[in-house]
């Protein structure tokens, strides 16, 4: 039935609900709120937008998505209501008389309730930028897709000839010029791609659902190339399979070639195949929510049986919605998740706010781990598998792996999209040329009707997940490749967390396969490995008597999941030249891989050759290396009373019970380190990082000079190129002028170079120890946590102007030189933990610390704030309502933006009540010569002068 239909998919869509004068006088009052609105739109928004001329259309980095708030007046809204269509349905969902589809007020002014909304979803393309379209047909790989700067036969040589001569991609950049930068000649250079190489590749695509981040990071062991490459070339195979059914005769290459290079061959890109998911700001994959409803507020819990202001999500379709440029992206059944989610909350639920962080985090993950695909991914998958014959087994296999499909909704104008109030979803990029129309609503539930019923109606009788739900036991990651290789197909690797995996499960599959997260590395496996890289690693200095007038350096090594990498790390440490005593503290969170294995290993390695070793780990039990329980003694650095070296068995270190203990997040490994250790220097080694010989005793010469510091070092991207201009920033900041001076932009000494006093680490307190699956940015909270102390303690609370810092008298330090061999080789993947910080908690990090340091000051009664766009607004609105006030203008270069205001509806509601008359707070964008002069001439009568 439609009730059963629904409540297993979670969408209905239903076709012709409006249509002739009502669907054009819904179109023309969106049209008109588009250009002059009657009920101010959100801040920010542009003005003077007109859907029949393209000029005033979005463009460039501008965001996309424009939403009008239109007034509930005209014969459409009630065609809407009493369409027989739309009714019979809702009667159906939510019981006969128990729903209802309240409209916008029917005037101008604030909103007090926005029961609806539409957003206007302008093409990628759109406005001024379109010449430079990265869709067109005249722009070609290297090109950067603005001021039509395409690359010149003469630049294509100097480029092959300079990576000819082995020169590195800076290098390369400064032979072409032409302002070519080192990421344009990597994506423009392109040496012909081997047999052994494409087929690695298309091992890959069909292993990971076309995740292009994924597939790139790892073809690096096998070739050098960019995510565009990897999506260029996949294209390019596969119109060769193509053509060889044709004929049998083209080859890639030829196929590649010819589309590249021949317009009469060139074929238009099928819009079906380019749309992503994304939010408001084009940021792919971090739009997905779950629907809050009119009044709604978002820090009231979610609960089981729902609210009467959350009946149905209503999508009105007010334009034709094709492939590529239809509307919202979906994950039909992802209702069923939430079900199950909020069931393990009840009764008192989450607030709305958590539940959209959840649902974010899950779809995010799940997109990473390549268990959903966009659905025309998988069409693609499956055309690779018919086309190359494989077990015909595969196709279920890999929906089996599945957690479901991206799906697109589509439909002709007027067509109406019922979502169930669960549904996660997201908006989606608009790839055609003209732009998206639709009207969003909620359907409400009577309150009679709710209270009867017991709660809302689609709520109850909803499928249940079979497994257990995937997320509580979704702690182990795939293995990441070493150097040597690629890992295994993600379907085909017996450390993959599947679908479905629970504690409960994991369990019972434990009794058929002990092994079943690790690879089943033995000990004296792991122990040849490391010896072998000992042997060739060693300095000299680590095999003679440390320096006693030197201190005792602990390395503090957290772990997780990080046995690919091990290997490298420790090498690393006995290559080190330093000549005092060194001290290995590793602590292992929760690793469902070989970790533990390897690090037990090295540890007898490190300890053989003079190196005290501390190790331990949550799921390591009783088993610990060199550290003491109470009431033990130990001997040699290891605990006495049993072979230290002894690797305990399977149900000791990987047993059912110890794999429920979930791991603890970066902050808590990094402080069981710490606290194991006993050196007077700390230096943080990340486990997958790599040390070159000088970088301790490059480190504990510029600490001896500043105690008080957290010394940094210099360092570089490991694969090569991977973030390169934050690289070149970090490198190049003055020491210590720049670190100082640009404290509040970014940690300016990166986490992973760090080395200072423990002194220094007990002042802080130690890092915050946080849930990984919320994302938190200790290291930044604890760099501006020791900044705090060093501003108290050395200048009684007031911020040292940058000339009063000395060597001996400043919070930061670095060592090496930007022309130097860097100190870290400082390793990048997709799955580094520093993605899973939000944008929003890092800008709340920094913003609290610049409000305690420098807006609390008398002299800061009033500022400016340089800037009016996207992170000037974030910034200002992160203020408190006493800091905000101090803000007396925005200036910006661009003069589009000026002359308006800025302010923001929460402001008010966050400050005041809804009907303080205290006038709302609104802040001039001013152009910023304009400001120049007119301070100018304020100083100027005023005979005021700048220090």
Known sequence: TLLETFRRDGIVVLDGVLTGAALESFREQVSRELTTPCIPPESGTPEGVRLSDATTWPSGSQRRVIEVVPPGVGAHWG??????????????????????????????????????????????????????????????????????????????????AAKAAGLSWELVAHEVGGGRTPKHCRERYAPPW???????????????????????????????????????????????????????????????????????????????????????????????????????????????????????????????????????????????????????KHPAGVTHQELNQWAIKTVADGVKDGLLPLEYEVAAREDALNYSKNDSNDSEKNKNNRLGVISQITGRSGSVALLHPWLVHCGTTNVLATPRLMANGMVCVKQDAFEKQGGVRVLFGLPKLDPDPFWEGKEVKEKSETEEGASQPAENDPKRARVGDSPERNAKE????????????????????????????????????????????????????????????????????????????????????????????????????????????????????????????????ISAGANPFEVPSTETTLGNESRTIKPGGIGHAKNK?????????????????????????????????????????????????????????????????????????????????????????????????????????????????????????????????????TEQNTPLRRAGACHETPLLLYRWSPESGTSRVSRQRLLEIRSGAFQRRVLAQKSWRQFIVWGAGRDAKAFVNSLTPQNRGKVVAMLDVDENKCGRSYSNHRWNDSSQGKDSAVPALSIPVVFFSTHAASEKKRMESANEFPP
């Open 79 to 160: 065609a809407l209501s009493t369409s027989p269509a739309l009714t019979k349905t809702l009667d159906v969902l939510l019981g006969s008389n128990a729903w209802d589809l309240p409209n916008n007020q029917p005037h101008g002014g604030k909103c007090e309730t926005r029961h609806w909304y539409c957003p206007v979803v302008f093409p990628e393309g759109s406005g001024s930028d379109t010449k430079t379209n990265k869709n067109s047909a005249d722009w070609r790989r290297g090109d950067v897709g603005k001021n039509d700067n395409q690359w010149s036969p003469q630049e294509d040589a100097k480029l092959h």
């Open 194 to 344: 081997t047999a052994e190489q494409d087929c690695l590749l298309t091992e890959l695509c069909n292993a990971h659902h076309l995740s292009w981040q994924v597939i790139a990071h790892k073809m690096q062991h096998a070739r050098a190339c960019t995510k565009r490459q990897v999506r260029e070339r996949c294209g390019a195979l596969q119109k060769a399979k193509a053509s060889k059914v044709r004929d049998g005769e083209q080859d890639a290459d030829t196929a590649s070639t010819t589309t590249k290079n021949d317009p009469a061959e060139t074929t238009k890109p099928d819009a079906s195949t380019l749309w992503h998911p994304v939010n408001r700001r084009r940021v792919r994959n971090k739009g997905w929510h779950v629907d809050i409803g009119p009044g709604f507020p978002v820090d009231a819990p979610r609960v089981l049986t729902g609210d009467p202001k959350q009946g149905v999500v209503a999508l009105v379709l007010l334009s034709d919605w094709e492939p590529g440029g239809g509307g919202t992206a979906f994950v039909k059944g992802s209702h069923v998740w939430v079900s199950e989610f909020l069931k393990s």
């Open 510 to 637: 434990s009794e058929k396969t002990p092994e079943t997260l690790s690879s089943g590395l033995s000990f004296e496996d792991a122990l040849g490995a490391a010896s072998r890289a000992a042997k060739a690693c060693t300095h000299a200095n680590r095999l003679q008597k440390p320096d006693p007038s030197l201190p005792v350096v602990s390395i503090i090594v957290p772990a997780h999941d990080a046995a690919p990498w091990l290997d490298e790390c420790f090498a690393s440490v006995l290559a080190q030249t330093y000549c005092g005593a060194i001290q290995v503290s590793a602590y292992d969170d929760a690793s469902g891989d070989d970790t533990p294995v390897v690090l037990k290993a090295w540890a007898e390695v490190l300890s053989n050759v003079g190196i005290d070793v501390k190790m331990s780990g949550s799921r390591w039990g009783g088993f610990r290396v060199g550290v003491a329980s109470r009431g033990e003694n130990t001997s040699r650095g």
């Open 673 to 805: 380190a710490v606290s194991q250790s006993t050196g007077p220097v700390l230096v943080f080694l990340d486990a997958d990082d790599i040390m070159t010989p000088t970088r301790v005793a490059a480190q504990v010469a510029v600490l001896q000079k500043n105690e008080n510091a957290i010394v940094g070092g210099t360092w570089v991207r490991h694969p090569r190129g991977s973030t390169e201009h934050y690289e070149r920033w970090a490198n190049t900041l003055a020491d210590p002028t720049g670190l100082w001076l640009e404290q509040f932009r970014e940690t300016t000494v990166q986490m992973p170079t760090w080395c200072m006093g423990r002194l220094t680490y007990d002042s802080v307190g130690g890092f915050d120890e946080v849930n990984p699956h919320l994302g938190e940015g200790e290291d930044l909270v604890f760099f501006h946590k020791h900044i705090d102390r060093f501003v108290e303690k050395k200048h009684n609370g007031a911020v040292p102007k940058v000339n009063q810092l």
